[in-house]
Structure formats: structure tokens, C-alpha cells
């Protein structure tokens, strides 16, 4: 199922931990269409400006998952409303001065973002 032209839910569910600690990354409908808003209002837009893909680290975490990776109790990524994406020149940036966002975190090689 694509969320946007770019983004699909499969990639914003994927999670090695998950596979490696058979965690059902379960979601469901307010979830994925907070995906389908961080995927149209900050992804999409961010990757229409520098012209190249991007690889979703992490997005949607179920309680579990998130428990699992040592997550945050009340992380964006439980709600579907964050992501974290790789360090690239130029994106933090951009994201904090023309994209939505409630939160925006430089983790040294990745960019959590949430909205």
C-alpha cells in the first residue's frame, strides 16, 4: 500500500529489530494515516527539493517494538507521527525552515522528525 507517490507502508512498518524478536509491528487506521501525513507533508516535499530518495530508518513502532529498541513511552513513532531518516547535507536544515515538524532531532548520523 503506498501512502504517497514515494513512501509506501510496507517501509514504514519494516524493522530489523522486529524480524530478529518476531515483534508483529501492528498498526492501525488513525496510525497510518498519521504515516500518510508525515509521508505527504514532510517526506515527500523533502525529497522533491534535493532530487533523491530516502531510506526510512524507523518510522511506525508498535509499544512493543518501541519497547524493544528503548524507545521513548510516549515516542511519536508509536502514534505513526515520526520517522528517522539518514544524516544528508542540507536536510535538517530544510526541515527545520520550510517543513512541519514538532519535533526535529540531529542524532549525529540520522534526523528524527515528528509531526
Request: aromatic letters at 6%.
Amino acid at each position: 500500500m503506498n501512502l504517497s507517490p514515494h513512501f509506501s507502508l510496507e517501509e514504514m512498518l519494516h524493522s530489523d529489530t522486529a524480524e530478529k524478536k518476531k515483534i508483529e509491528n501492528r498498526i492501525n487506521a488513525v496510525e497510518v494515516n498519521n504515516l500518510v501525513r508525515l509521508c505527504t507533508k514532510v517526506l515527500e516535499p523533502l525529497r522533491e527539493h534535493f532530487g533523491v530518495p530516502i531510506k526510512i530508518n524507523s518510522a511506525f513502532r508498535c509499544q512493543a517494538l518501541n519497547a524493544a529498541v528503548g524507545g521513548a513511552k510516549n515516542s511519536y513513532h508509536t502514534k505513526g507521527r515520526a520517522v528517522d531518516i539518514p544524516m544528508h547535507p542540507g536536510w535538517l536544515a530544510y526541515i527545520r525552515d520550510h517543513l512541519p515538524h514538532v519535533e526535529l532531532i540531529n542524532e549525529g548520523s540520522w534526523i528524527h522528525v515528528a509531526l
